[in-house]
Structures are given as structure tokens and as C-alpha cells.
T-cell receptor, first 111, second 115 residues
Framework: GEDVEQSLFLSVREGDSSVINCTYT??????LYWYKQEPGAGLQLLTY?????DMKQDQRLTVLLNKKDKHLSLRIADTQTGDSAIYFC???????????FGAGTRLAVHP | NAGVTQTPKFQVLKTGQSMTLQCAQD?????MSWYRQDPGMGLRLIHY???????DQGEVPNGYNVSRSTTEDFPLRLLSAAPSQTSVYFC??????????????FGPGTRLTVL
């Protein structure tokens, strides 16, 4: 089955860019997603990318997709303390709604 | 709209007890699902439903039952709780499958501890 891997922790300085990486094994997902989880809360969709795209930009967020290497990344420009959270990448190889999640990357933003 | 609501927020059970985690959504979404989140692991799909009266198993269904009698509600039942079911449980809903991209909306979670 699908396996999605992420590094578990990232620490950045406020104002710097953050890059969170994700690798996956099953390339049949039509969409790939980034979800954000703030402490004590549920997950919230941050952004997504269609599998035939290489890049998607949405304000401070840039998603890069390398289909050959099965690598997905999320770049957050001008990282703020409010960006501190856990970020999950997810695919849906079994259908649009049956998400397979990575373990999540905890982003810590310090002054 | 309240979105996706879950009750209770916290629950402690003894091994062997049963309980039902409640989930409701007011967005008229056909698709609903349950995930569990364990430390160091991503969310894993337990059960899902594509509409009232239709349910199916996800990745980790053992020890859990579901039913879907209405579009709004999708309860998750633990028949005989085990310590391995200690986890945070999330309910999610979205528009139907088969379309293009559909955003899933998550509830705030239920933190369950089984002693």
C-alpha cells in the first residue's frame, strides 16, 4: 500500500522560509494535499496540488511536486509564529477521499 | 454552520468497556470518515461512509463498528475497549467521491484513553 514519509521536526527563525518535505510511494493519487494541525485542534486543509502540475503558488505557500522522484514539498515564505503547527502531507491513491497521511512535521518558529 | 462536531472531547475507559464516539456534520456532505491519530504516525482511516446506509472498512477497522442511518451522523462504536485503542479520533466529512478534488473537513477530535 501507499507509504508517505516526512521528517518529524523543523525549526526556523521568524521571517525565514520554511521547507517541509514529503516522499510517497504510490503515484496514482490524483491530488496531493497539505494539512495543518494547530495544538489541540483538528486538521485544516492548507493547500493541494493536482498530480499533473509541477508547482502551485498560493500567497506565502509554494507547493512543488517532483513526480519522477515522488517528492512533494511545501515552502512557507516569511514564516511567522502563527505558522507553528504540525504539517501533514497526504495522498489519496484509493480514491479522492480516502487519505493516506504522513506522520507529520512539527514546525517550530522562534524569534 | 457548526461544521463537523464531535463528542465527547475527552474520555477515559477501562479495558472491556464499550462506548460510542459521536460525529455530526451540518454541511449535507455525503462522505464521512473516522481516523485515529497516534504519536509519531499519521492519521489512519478506520471506517468510512459514502452515504446514508453505506459503510466500508478503512485501513484499521478491527475493534470498531460504524453505522450511517442519516446523512448528518456517523457514530463510531468501540465494542470492547483495549489499551491499543488509546488514541485521538477524528471525524471528517466531504462532498461525494467520484468528483474532482473535494476538501475534507475535520472535527476537533476525541482524546480516548483506555486503562
Amino acid at each position: 500500500g501507499e507509504d508517505v514519509e516526512q521528517s518529524l521536526f523543523l525549526s526556523v527563525r521568524e521571517g525565514d522560509s520554511s521547507v517541509i518535505n514529503c516522499t510517497y510511494t504510490d503515484s496514482s493519487s490524483t491530488y496531493l494535499y497539505w494539512y495543518k494541525q494547530e495544538p489541540g485542534a483538528g486538521l485544516q486543509l492548507l493547500t493541494y496540488i493536482f498530480s499533473n502540475m509541477d508547482m502551485k503558488q498560493d500567497q506565502r505557500l509554494t507547493v512543488l511536486l517532483n513526480k519522477k522522484d515522488k517528492h512533494l514539498s511545501l515552502r512557507i515564505a516569511d514564516t511567522q509564529t502563527g505558522d507553528s503547527a504540525i504539517y501533514f502531507c497526504a495522498g489519496a491513491p484509493g480514491g479522492y477521499n480516502k487519505l493516506i497521511f504522513g506522520a507529520g512535521t512539527r514546525l517550530a518558529v522562534h524569534p | 454552520n457548526a461544521g463537523v462536531t464531535q463528542t465527547p472531547k475527552f474520555q477515559v475507559l477501562k479495558t472491556g468497556q464499550s462506548m460510542t464516539l459521536q460525529c455530526a456534520q451540518d454541511m449535507n456532505h455525503e462522505y464521512m470518515s473516522w481516523y485515529r491519530q497516534d504519536p509519531g504516525m499519521g492519521l489512519r482511516l478506520i471506517h468510512y461512509s459514502v452515504g446514508a446506509g453505506i459503510t466500508d472498512q478503512g485501513e484499521v477497522p478491527n475493534g470498531y463498528n460504524v453505522s450511517r442511518s442519516t446523512t448528518e451522523d456517523f457514530p463510531l462504536r468501540l465494542l470492547s475497549a483495549a489499551p491499543s485503542q488509546t488514541s485521538v479520533y477524528f471525524c471528517a466529512s466531504s462532498l461525494t467521491t467520484g468528483a474532482s478534488y473535494n476538501e475534507q473537513f475535520f472535527g476537533p477530535g476525541t482524546r480516548l484513553t483506555v486503562l
